[in-house]
């Protein structure tokens, strides 16, 4: 049963990973041709999202498990099917390398009470260290986990990211290829809700979607693009909500507003009806 005596549990990986995997996960989240810094080892750099792959990795993780390994686990009786993925933050504490081997800590930071009937929110942070144990990257993980409302604990904060009400300054359109999650699962995220059509089905969709974590990487390139091309090693932070589901094949618009110096917030939205994809959205930089 959740309650507030899971804030602390954790457990601990090794990630290691190469130049190889460093393009396989920007060529998934979109990068082409025409980004070179981003496909070619000649001069590569990490599209800064990389730092979100160990949270949900399995490929490179020490100790190995075929699906992400989490500390929601150590749990005493909480049920984990139907967990949705609702908000993500991930802050960079130094740009990260081409290749490296980095020390993974997941530990439940938070837990959140949406009431009776209405689920909980788990709160996850994952943060990856260096060889010398200097902090690369912390992400911050909400899931709502429908079952485990009820338990008296504190309510969920809102988010303090404001979308102006005026025109963006930036539109970009992109879309997702049709073979979009089955090329970002290869980067570590094996859930076969993107690739089984039957498992999909059970779980009320009509074919596999896009992973969650991998429309933030299309922001993430698109606003480095738009804000400060060609140099991704300047970012600092970015945050979202998740909204509608994507699918492949889709189109989509990522509207920027730029709100300050260094600072800018974003809306994901399909290119057929504007429902938003990704939502509250905010990038940092220096």
Request: aromatic share 10%.
């Amino acid at each position: 049963m959740l309650n507030e005596s899971a804030v602390g549990l954790s457990l601990k990986q090794k990630f290691t990973y190469s130049w190889r995997d460093l393009i396989l996960y920007n060529l998934s989240v979109g990068a082409g041709q025409d980004e070179l810094d981003y496909v070619y080892e000649k001069g590569l750099k990490a599209i800064p999202t990389f730092g979100v792959i160990p949270c949900a990795g399995t490929f490179g993780m020490d100790p190995y498990d075929p699906q992400p390994q989490m500390p929601t686990r150590m749990i005493p009786g909480l049920r984990t099917d139907g967990t949705l993925h609702m908000d993500h933050k991930l802050v960079l504490h130094k740009p990260i390398a081409v290749k490296g081997t980095l020390m993974i800590e997941k530990v439940i930071s938070a837990v959140y009470d949406r009431g009776e009937g209405k689920g909980a929110k788990i709160q996850v942070d994952v943060i990856g260290r260096d060889e010398n144990g200097e902090p690369v990257f912390t992400n911050t993980m909400g899931y709502l986990n429908r079952w485990a409302g009820g338990f008296g604990g504190p309510k969920t904060a809102r988010s303090t990211v404001e979308i102006p009400d005026r025109k963006p300054d930036h539109v970009c359109r992109n879309g997702y290829p049709l073979n979009a999650p089955l090329l970002y699962r290869l980067t570590g995220d094996t859930y076969p809700l993107h690739a089984d059509p039957e498992f999909a089905a059970k779980c009320g969709f009509e074919r596999p979607i896009i992973h969650g974590l991998c429309s933030l990487g299309y922001a993430c390139r698109m606003m480095v693009g738009a804000l400060f091309p060609g140099e991704p090693e300047r970012m600092v932070s970015i945050e979202n909500q998740f909204r509608s589901v994507a699918m492949p094949g889709e189109g989509f618009f990522l509207h920027i507003w730029e709100t300050g110096s260094g600072k800018a917030v974003f809306r994901m939205v399909k290119d057929t009806d504007g429902k938003a994809i990704l939502d509250f959205g905010q990038m940092t930089w220096v």
